[in-house]
């Protein structure tokens, strides 16, 4: 459903709640109204939702266990870096660097500044998911 369409609907609907002119004499028709208003009010903001959470990532593995992040290469060296962890540390240190450095930089966090820090951020969060990730793999071999 594009936006216009949209407020098409949500206009219409809310015209005829509020008019005087019913075509039921009780309120079950303002009823079936106000319900189709929270269907189409539900559906936009999940498709929103969607959208701006829809930052994807992909990620090739290679032979020397290196992927490809936001068009640089990376590999499970620098991943123990950005979680700043050594090799030799347990996967339960491993698992509270990730969550004390994805806490900090989520895209969630930054929503209320500028564009260009919610994508750095955006960007973060990709590395720091790639790198967990490739740790993880590596911890379980």
């Known amino acids: 459903m594009t936006n216009l369409t949209?407020?098409?609907?949500l206009i219409l609907l809310i015209v005829y709640i509020l008019s005087p002119f019913d075509l039921h004499p009780h309120l079950f028709d303002d009823l079936v109204a106000l319900g189709a208003l929270?269907?189409?009010?539900?559906?936009y903001?999940?498709?929103k939702r969607?959208?701006?959470?829809?930052?994807?990532?992909?990620?090739?593995?290679?032979?020397?266990?290196k992927q490809n992040v936001a068009g640089g290469t990376f590999d499970l060296e620098e991943a123990y870096k950005l979680l700043a962890v050594s090799p030799d540390t347990t996967w339960s240190e491993v698992?509270?660097?990730?969550?004390?450095?994805?806490?900090?930089?989520?895209?969630?966090?930054?929503?209320?500044l500028?564009?260009?820090l919610q994508e750095k951020a955006k960007?973060?969060?990709l590395e720091l998911n790639?790198?967990?990730?490739?740790?993880?793999?590596?911890?379980?071999?």
Not at 38 to 43: A, I
Not at 95 to 112: E, F, G, L, M
Not at 131 to 140: E, L, V, W
Request: no cysteine; hydrophobic share 25%.
């Open 6 to 9: 949209f407020y098409f609907w």
């Open 38 to 43: 929270y269907y189409l009010w539900y559906r």
């Open 45 to 47: 903001s999940k498709k």
């Open 50 to 65: 969607q959208k701006d959470y829809s930052y994807t990532y992909t990620y090739s593995q290679s032979r020397e266990n």
């Open 95 to 112: 698992k509270r660097a990730y969550k004390i450095k994805i806490a900090k930089s989520h895209p969630d966090k930054v929503s209320h």
């Open 114 to 116: 500028s564009e260009e």
């Open 123 to 125: 960007e973060l969060t």
């Open 130 to 141: 790639t790198a967990f990730d490739m740790i993880k793999r590596s911890k379980k071999k």
